[in-house]
Every structure is written in structure tokens, then in C-alpha cells.
């Protein structure tokens, strides 16, 4: 009897000894390393919220999880890797394991989409430890800058005025760039369609997220779309035209900062336009205004 108890006790004894054996691991993937993303999303956009999802490439590979969380599941070797970490949008596409290019989707008519949403990127090259996670910090750089138009016309009444739709054209903007360089790729050339909505205060305002323009495009950035009014119980309409290129020549760049362009439309008949640039200067501009009877 006293030699069971005795093997009883040793027995217990050893358990409660392994027990309390200390792990010499500090994660549950000792062997390979884990990377978490500390991102700073800096941006000047009232409103802002920041994208659902994020992506991070590394070693080949692409991990996508929510913003609000910050550790991604891939596994590492010990050793050093240049990363990719970028937001989602499902107009903007990024292929990094073919190339350093992010692209919008341009129609059969070369248009594209004027909301594509936002676009952040960060890259950095981080040594990674096994038995850890290692942590990589820096700013979300925005690649995606917010263009808006307001229009206002001065003697027009607005609930008798509207802008057609389907007229709306803007040239000079870019479909492709450079994630990494922050580069347009002028070669990528195409067009956009505002969409206006009038608002209470009398003005009509579109809202575009854009990659860039082309500083050197032939056409250069011209707006030009139909304003259709009421003038005494008859419908007419007026094709307005405008170069905007001068006043969008620093569009490529400060792009977490919107470009608000406000026109001031004197008249439905005269041609001299007030157009002022509400990120700095202004200027006075003639627009092509025809009336149609």
C-alpha cells in the first residue's frame, strides 16, 4: 500500500513539474515570423473613412484582412523582405506580382469610372525574425486625388437649369500609374464624365477621384459639357467650354489635399468667366459659349 502511494505521489509529482516547465517559444509559429502593420492614413478629404480592407505582398505572396486589424496570418523565414501593403478598391486593380502599375478600367469609348474610390500605398524592405512579429510602421500614401467642379450662375435661376449628363466631358486624365514612383503613365490618356447635381444653394457640383492627369497631353484638361435653362417658358441650352489646364498643372501632386475648382458664370449670354482656384490664385478665363435658339 505505502509503495502505491509512493508512485502515486512521484507520479503527481512530475506532472505538476511539467506543467510548470517554462515554453521557450514566444508565438505559436516558432519558426517562422509574422508582420504587422502599424499605418498612418494621412489624408485632408472631409469625410474620409478609411478603406475596409488592405492588402499586404510580401515573399510572393498576397494576405488581405481588414483595416482593423493589423496583423497578417503569412508565415516568414528568418531574413529580409521588401513590402507592399495597399488599400482595396474594386476599380482600381493592382497585380504585384506582375507589375508596379495600378489601373481603372477604361470602356469601349475610352472613358472611365470617376468614382474609383481610394487608392493608399506603402512600401518599406523589414528584416524578419522568427518567433516574432515584426512590426512595420509608416504613412498610407494616397495615390487617388479628389477633383471638385462647382459651377455657379450668377443671373440663372437653378430650378430652371440643369446640366445634360450625357454632354459632360472632361480630357487629360490618366488611366495607369506608377505606384511606386507615384508616376503617371502618360501613355494611358483617356477622358471622364462629371456627373453634376444642383444643390439648395444654387450650385451645381461634380465630384471625381483620379489617379492623375497628363501635363503634357494635346488636348490638355478641357471641360466642356450642355447647360440646359428655362429663359421665359423657352428651353435653351448652352455648350460651355473651358481649358482647365492651367489651373490643374499641379494636380499630380499634394494629392491628399482635394482641388476645388469654383466657376463663376456671370451671365447666360456673356463669354467672361469668373474661375477661381479655392487651393491658391485664381484667375480670369474666357469660356466658348454658344447659344442654341
Not at 478600367?105 to 528584416?127: A, E, Q, T
Not at 494616397?142 to 471638385?148: E, N, T
Amino acid at each position: 500500500m505505502k509503495i502505491t502511494k509512493l508512485l502515486t505521489l512521484f507520479v503527481l509529482g512530475t506532472i505538476i513539474m511539467s506543467s510548470c516547465k517554462k515554453d521557450p517559444y514566444k508565438t505559436s509559429h516558432p519558426d517562422h515570423g509574422k508582420i504587422e502593420i502599424l499605418a498612418n492614413w494621412h489624408t485632408e478629404v472631409e469625410g474620409f473613412n478609411i478603406p475596409e480592407k488592405y492588402t499586404l505582398y510580401v515573399d510572393g505572396q498576397t494576405s488581405t484582412i481588414p483595416t482593423t486589424e493589423s496583423v497578417f496570418p503569412v508565415l516568414l523565414k528568418a531574413g529580409e523582405y521588401p513590402v507592399l501593403v495597399y488599400s482595396n478598391s474594386e476599380k482600381v486593380i493592382i497585380a504585384p506580382d506582375i507589375s508596379t502599375v495600378a489601373e481603372v478600367k477604361v470602356d469601349k469609348d475610352g472613358f472611365i469610372n470617376g468614382s474609383i474610390g481610394w487608392l493608399f500605398v506603402m512600401s518599406d524592405v523589414i528584416g524578419v525574425e522568427e518567433d516574432m512579429v515584426n512590426k512595420v510602421s509608416g504613412e498610407m500614401k494616397q495615390l487617388v486625388r479628389k477633383l471638385i467642379l462647382i459651377l455657379k450662375i450668377k443671373d440663372l435661376s437653378t430650378p430652371y437649369a440643369s446640366v445634360i449628363d450625357e454632354s459632360t466631358l472632361l480630357t487629360g486624365v490618366v488611366s495607369k500609374l506608377d505606384y511606386e514612383t507615384d508616376k503617371i503613365i502618360s501613355e494611358s490618356e483617356v477622358k471622364v464624365k462629371p456627373e453634376f447635381r444642383r444643390e439648395s444653394t444654387g450650385e451645381f457640383i461634380a465630384s471625381l477621384d483620379l489617379l492623375g492627369v497628363v501635363p503634357d497631353s494635346k488636348e490638355g484638361q478641357v471641360l466642356s459639357f450642355k447647360l440646359l435653362y428655362n429663359d421665359g417658358g423657352k428651353e435653351k441650352t448652352i455648350d460651355v467650354k473651358i481649358d482647365l489646364t492651367p489651373s490643374m498643372e499641379t494636380f499630380n501632386t499634394n494629392k491628399h489635399i482635394p482641388m476645388v475648382l469654383r466657376l463663376n458664370m456671370l451671365n447666360t449670354e456673356g463669354e467672361i468667366i469668373g474661375w477661381e482656384v479655392i487651393d491658391g490664385g485664381s484667375q480670369a478665363v474666357i469660356w466658348s459659349l454658344n447659344t442654341d435658339d
